[in-house]
């Protein structure tokens, strides 16, 4: 009987002084993140800007993985435990990393565009092929908005390609690639690596959206594979080194991208494949790549003053 009540004593008892704190310290920290999250939706902040985690409740275990995971989470709350299920309690405070759910375990966490507030027109592809026979899409607009998804698309889409181009058809160019971020990029040095006549036009700069990301943004969390160069271990890059890496990559591979080239109209042509027309040139092509993004080009009201340096149509990173 003594030696019963020792073991309760030795062992039994600081068990369950553990067990209280935990639960006490669980229930703190849910009440705080329910009391931001309140704070967060009282103020109008519900709306995610980009891709962004769907939790399914039925499925969380509450091990709290996936706030551990998110690189944005040390800046600040993103993810949170409450009642012990995650939430997105700070919904635009979220980039659409997606770390989240590579790191849940219990596969609770599907990443989506739209809300039920504000839905989100996605086209439908097959194989990243429009209802345009010949016209693809791969990347953000596409649906995928993280960097390294766009690059994959880059290049799923590309091994598409390659398959339709040897079915019968002639034009001067092979294929045309419309916008010079992730996708675009990864699509043309998979293009070069296969001796396509191609084009890639971008109507501002290498790098696409992800150059209009804020200063030292974290933009790459894990490895990926770029057509040419082989698998590079990105490992919590910025854009600042992203963007120099990828302008290390033009130079050394030569690849060619015409650059403040601007798509106006894209037509069929009746010998067989596309017209491409930019704000410098005609295209004939046959096939068409588009990788633009979802960031689109303002409109202009055509009044005067309206490109002077210091008008701005986006939010630009201050010097």
Known sequence: MQYTIDFLLIYLIPILLVWVIYILHSRRKSKKNLA???????????????????????KCMGCGTCVKACPEQANHPVLGLIDN?????????????GACKTACPFDAITLVF????????IPLL???????????????LGGMGLIRNAIVQGTKAMD???????????????LLIVGAGPAGFCASLRAMEKKLKYKTVEQESLGGTVFQFPRGKLV??????????????FTETTKEKLLEFWQDVEQKTGVQISYHERVEKITANPAGGYDVKTNKDTYHTRMVLLAIGRRGTPRKLGVPGEDLSKITYRLIDPE
């Open 114 to 121: 739209g809300t039920e507030r504000r839905g989100v027109d």
């Open 126 to 140: 097959d194989n990243f092929q429009t209802s345009m026979p010949g016209i693809y899409i791969a990347g953000e």
């Open 160 to 174: 598409q390609i390659l398959e339709a181009l040897k079915s019968e058809g002639s034009a001067p160019l092979d």
């Open 36 to 58: 931001l999250k309140t704070e967060e939706f009282e103020a109008g902040l519900t709306e995610p800007a980009s891709l962004h985690p769907l939790i399914d409740p039925a």
């Open 220 to 233: 790459m969390t894990a490895p990926v594979k770029l057509p040419v160069v082989g698998e590079v271990k």
């Open 85 to 97: 299920k995650a939430e997105l309690i700070a919904p635009t405070n979220c980039i659409g990393h």
